[in-house]
Structures are given as C-alpha cells and as structure tokens.
C-alpha cells in the first residue's frame, strides 16, 4: 500500500483515469482482476467463480458472480499511474456505470469474441459517447469454441457505428490461441509455461500460424487508417514515404482522444493471454487528464460559463459522482478532482446546494480497502468522509471562486414494490434505511400510498430491488416483507381542454378564497410536466401564480384516472379572481389542484405502460416457441438477426407481461435460452387492458 502513496506525485500527463465497461459476462472484472495481478497491485489473480476477486467485495457480488456497484482502484503500469473503475454489466445498474462515464477520461470495453457486441455493450457506448469518452476495445474470450476475431470487428463496425483500427492479430483460434502479433511494432507476444501469464516471450518474425500475405494486408489497412487521421502523416504516406513507429503511435494516440478511430485488442483474460498489451495501449493511447478539454461550468453569481483548467495551481473543482455507506467510516463520497488541490481538515463549497462543507479526511480506494491521505491531486479520484449535505452530482469547489458543473441524469423508475417492516424494532429502523438507499442510488424512489398505508420502493429493474431489499437486510439489520412486483404505470391526456377550480370556505372568522381558470394540452412523450402563466390584467395577484403550480404538480403526481402520475402535458393558467382578505397560498393551492383535476378529466386520459427492449438469444429449434410466447404477452416482433450457431430475437414488449419471463423462457427452451431486457420508452395502454387496471385500482 505504501508503494501507491510514495508514487502518487506522477505528473499529470502520466495519470489515467479508465472504466471497464461491457455487457454482463463478458470479462470486465476477470480482466480487472488480471490488471492488479501483472501490474504488481495484488499478489494473488481473484476468481470469480471463486468468489475470491477484489474488485467484487460485497457479499452479494460473490454470491450471484455479478458486479453490483462499481470498484475504484489504484495501480501502475510503465511509470504510469491508472485509475481504475470496473462498472456492473448488468442493465438494473445502468447508474452506476453512467456515473462513472461521467467522469472518467477513457474506457476500455470489453466484447465476448464468440457473442460480438451485445445489448448492454450498445447501451454502454452510447453512454460514453454522451460524456465523449475515447475507448480501446479489448475482445475477449477468444479461445472459446465459436470465438470469431474477424466477425467481432465487423459487429463493432455495423453495430457501433464506429472505425475500428486493428491493432493485433490472434495467433492460433479457439482452444489453439497462445499469443498476439503486434501489427505496429512487428513482433508477436507468446504466453507459454506460465500459468498465471505474467510471464510471455516477444518474438520477431512470421508466426507460423499467420502468413505474411495476412500480415502485411492488415498492416498496410492500420498504417492507412492512422495516416488518413493527419494531413502530415497522409502526405508522407501518399508520397511513399516510410512512416516510423513513434510517428504512427502519436498520430493514433491524437486519433483515439478525437474518437476518430478506436484501437482493438485480443486475448484471454481468464487463461491469462493478451492482457498486458492491453495495458501497454491504455497508457499509450488514452487520454491523460490533461488531453481532455477543460472542464465546463456555470459561475452562480454571475450565470456565465467558466472553464477550469486541470492544474493544481487552479482554483479547486471537483464533481461528487458517488455516494457509498462504509461500515467502517460512514459515508464515503466519490469525487472526481478536476482542478486544484483538496486537503483533508479543510473546507470546500458545495455549489450545488449553496453549503459549507468539511472535509473530514481523504482516502484512496482500492474496491473496499482503504488508505488514508493528506492531499488530493488534480486528476485524481479520491474518496472524501466528513461531508454532511453533499448528493450525487453536486459540484464540490472554492468558495471564493464558485462554479457549477453539469450533473448527472438517471433513468426513470419503471417498476415497484411494496416493503413493510416484519416487527415493530424494524419499522423505526425503516424510513433511515430507505434514505441511505436513496442517497447510495439515485435510481431508487420511496414513496407512500396514501391508501392503503404501504411505502413502496421504484427502481428500473427486478434484480436491483431484490439486491437492496437484501443488503438492508444485510447490512443495516432492517427485516422486511415485500409485495409482488409492480409496474409503474403513468397517465397522460390525448386532447385540449379547459377546468375550473373554486375554493370558498367560510368559517367564523376569515374565509378562505381561491378561483383559478386553466387549459391543459398533450405535450409529446417524455416531455414532462410544464406550467404556463398566461394571466392578464392582475385576474390572480403574482404571489398566488406559483400556489396554483404548486397545487397542479401535487395534483398531477396523485393522478386522476388511476392514481399513477400524469405526465406529459402543458398547464396553462389563463384566468381566476381572488378575495383581498380570504384569498391565500393554500387556498389557490386547492384551487389548481381542483382546476387540474377538471380539465383532465375532459382531456381523454390514458394510462401509459413501461415498454422494455427485448433481446432474446436461442437456439433455432426453440425460435417458434419463442416467438409464439412473445406474441401471446403483446411483443412487437421487430427482428431476428443470426450470431454463430444461436438466433437472436429482438422484440418491444410490455413489462406488464414480462413478470417471471427467465423462468417461463428457460421451461420452453430446455434452460437454453436467455433474455436480455432494458427499458425503452412509454407507450399508449390498450383500451381492454386499461379498462381492467382502472378497474383494480
């Protein structure tokens, strides 16, 4: 550990800050684990199917072989320091790994060599393409039965949408496969004896497994590529002339930082083959902290942009991406340096939320070990413990030089729960564990059904609402009975219409008076709620306008038809009249509310449902029975594509209908199948189906 602390000074340009991101499977944390082992951070290679790896330490993680929440690590390569965060595969922690996008510099995704590229490795790069992360790829299990190089490249291509540069050729295929040849550096990287592949020899020359023919076309293709990116190197190489080594390595790396080509690897992390080239191609190519453009934010006093340049002389800067509860230190937050220095014992201003915060000591992290430092560095990532009002997303800085970066978006809730406490000693421990959920995941939502009592917890999926529901048990001692899972339905309206809300109540002493005229009208789907003043001539005095939102969002999150939120539409407040001496904030409250509630009702509400992307992968003598069982839960069949010996059915379908769908696939197909499922958008409820949930509500 002392090794870590002693070389933390490195200069910024030898500092990298990288995610692993892939679909669930396809090798993230057995290539991170082999990361630590040849770059001397760990003594001993972790297992999965052990559950012996570092990077997955919680109890959970080793029990199901899934990452859960994302690792942060520390380890060197070459002089170089990386920063490492191994992110979930699995979609129902899309959180996680948007988060770490957020602010990482550079990624290596890593693709199963026999599958391509998968759902979740498509929505992952279109995540790191939204924060422009330049990647590496890295295509892994290529000594599988099935295993196709060549076909992987061209699936990045197509699916991608991205130029690939080939940078390594397999020696050997499937179960054959011992090494790389570099197409660059003209030499082949064999691992032989050593089990545990720390240990390879560099060979020149043609291995016998490629022929030179081979070679050179792939050769001359890379050359081209990395020439095309630079107008120098191109008329050089459009003159005949030979362009070095060092000239195409700079020229690549410059490539890879625009996110005009995208480096790919090969190899076995499992059998420990073709991991340290990878490692050589992350410190070569990668961004440093200082390749990135500086970073872009919003100064609070004065509403302009500024940007902060990642030095330590510069004001300090830092986005708070993460929020962990360690048993042993309390809350531990992520923060990601962008600018400056942060000592522990010191202050920093939380921007975000206008507050003073202390910064109560400073630790590295290494997945769940921990070591204490004094300072942080621009382009670190360090974890901060002490802070009292910060969440995920707020921007941490200098008081005296104020600035707010962009926060971090997450997906919506498309499912819930209903959880109550076993016995009356959980029912106090409850409501604290629930906030600690919230604050760990952003994703989660707690709320009450006014009905019928119960607090129900929202999430996007089925498997990250099991996986808290355990870890309160687990970790903070909460028992707890939980309801069938449950969709979370919306309502919106299809046409224009107007409502009234009057509000008079007489007492004995002063009345209560609020009358608001408004028009509700659809807005297109996804676009949220919007309020519109439109009140002429003082009809409602100024301070009465936002009582009457206040009240028409209240109104709006309890729902008219069913008693799901109303979303999508635009509320126009256009007339009303008020009392001098009766009218107040709460009764123009009541009267938005009760004006919302009237038009909606003429505007044709309708319920919408949660619409999941389904991919489902079987073999060709089940794909009827598939399909015909999608067909019977109201799927959109909307293809079938073939990947070696397998199909792959992608369809929309309801979640509604998809309770227990793993079980029911893996009945008809002998165990053979399976699904992969993420949320896709919102859609109109039949008119059938919604006249029965109307009716059980």
């Not at 992110?87 to 899309?94: E, I, Q, R, S, Y």
């Not at 690897?265 to 500086?294: C, E, F, H, M, W």
């Not at 993460?322 to 942060?342: E, F, N």
């Not at 707690?446 to 089925?462: H, N």
Request: hydrophobic fraction near 35%; charged fraction near 25%.
């Amino acid at each position: 550990m002392a090794e870590t602390t002693k070389n933390r000074n490195v200069s910024l340009d030898k500092v990298r800050n990288i995610g692993i991101i892939a679909h669930i499977d396809a090798g993230k944390t057995t290539t991170t684990e082999r990361i630590l082992y040849y770059t001397g951070k760990t003594y001993k290679i972790g297992d999965i199917d052990e559950g012996s790896t570092q990077m997955d330490w919680m109890t959970q993680e080793r029990e199901r072989g899934i990452t859960i929440v994302s690792a942060a690590t520390t380890t060197f390569w070459r002089d170089y320091r990386i920063n490492i965060i191994d992110t979930p595969g699995h979609v129902d922690f899309t959180a996680e790994v948007e988060r770490s996008l957020r602010v990482l510099d550079g990624a290596v995704t890593i693709l199963d060599a026999e599958e391509t590229v998968q759902s979740q490795t498509e929505t992952v790069w279109r995540q790191a393409d939204k924060y422009k992360v330049p990647r590496i790829i890295f295509v892994n299990k290529i000594d599988k039965l099935g295993a196709d190089f060549f076909k992987t490249v061209e699936a990045v291509r197509e699916r991608l949408g991205v130029k690939p540069a080939i940078m390594v050729l397999p020696i050997g295929v499937e179960n054959t496969f011992k090494g790389v040849y570099d197409l660059l550096e003209e030499q082949s990287f064999v691992w032989g004896g050593d089990e545990l592949g720390a240990k390879f020899e560099v060979k020149k020359g043609i291995p016998e497994q490629l022929s030179a023919d081979k070679i050179k076309e792939y050769r001359n293709i890379l050359i081209e590529q990395i020439a095309e990116t630079d107008e120098k190197l191109l008329e050089k190489y459009l003159n005949g002339e030979t362009l070095t080594v060092t000239e195409l390595k700079e020229a690549l790396r410059r490539a890879v930082i625009s996110y005009r080509l995208v480096p790919i690897y090969t190899g076995t992390s499992l059998r420990n083959k073709g991991v340290q080239p990878l490692l050589d191609a992350i410190v070569d190519y990668l961004p440093s902290p200082l390749d990135k453009p500086a970073v872009e934010g919003i100064n609070p006093k004065t509403n302009a942009p500024e940007l902060r340049e990642a030095k330590n002389e510069a004001p300090f800067t830092g986005l708070a991406f993460k929020v962990q509860l360690d048993p042993h230190v309390g809350k531990l937050y992520y923060v990601r340096v962008y600018s400056g220095t942060l000592k522990s014992g010191s202050y920093a201003y939380n921007s975000t939320r206008n507050q003073q915060e202390r910064i109560g000591r400073l630790l590295l992290m290494h997945a769940n070990n921990r070591e204490e430092i004094e300072e942080a560095f621009a382009g670190e990532i360090v974890a901060v413990v002490g802070l009292k009002d910060t969440r995920t997303g707020d921007t941490l800085c200098d008081q005296v030089h104020p600035i707010v970066l962009e926060g971090i978006t997450f997906p919506e809730p498309v499912i819930s729960l209903a959880i109550e406490p076993k016995s009356k000693s959980d029912q106090e421990k409850l409501g604290y564990a629930l906030s600690r959920v919230m604050e760990e995941d952003p994703t989660i939502r707690v709320k009450s059904d006014k009905e019928t009592g119960q607090t129900i917890i929202s999430g996007v999926g089925e498997l990250q609402l099991e996986v808290w529901v355990r870890r309160m048990k687990d970790e903070m001692s909460v028992d707890t009975n939980v309801g069938a899972p449950q969709v979370a339905y919306k309502e919106t309206i299809k046409k224009e219409a107007n409502g009234e809300g009057k509000y008079i109540r007489q007492t004995g002493g002063r009345g209560q008076y609020g009358h608001a005229l408004l028009r509700v009208a659809p807005r297109p789907r996804g676009e949220g709620f919007e309020f519109v003043n439109a009140v002429k001539g003082g009809a409602i005095p100024s301070e009465f306008i936002s009582s009457v939102e206040k009240g028409s969002k209240e109104a709006c999150g309890n729902g008219v038809l069913a008693g799901y939120p109303l979303t999508d539409l635009t509320v126009t407040l256009y007339d009303g009249s008020y009392h001098e001496v009766d009218s107040s904030d709460i009764a123009f409250q009541i009267a938005g509310s009760m004006a919302l509630q009237d038009a909606v009702k003429k505007a044709d509400l309708v319920l919408l449902e949660p619409i999941m992307k389904l991919e489902v992968t079987t073999p060709d003598e089940f794909m009827g029975d598939v399909i015909g069982d999608l067909s019977s839960k109201r799927a959109q069949i909307l293809g079938t594509t073939k990947r070696g010996n397998v199909s792959v059915i992608m369809a929309l379908a309801p979640l509604a209908e998809l309770a227990g769908y793993t079980t029911k696939l893996r009945s008809i197909t002998q165990g053979r199948a399976n699904p992969y499922m993420e949320p896709s958008h919102y859609d109109e409820v039949p008119k059938n189906v919604q006249e029965q949930i109307v009716a059980k509500k």
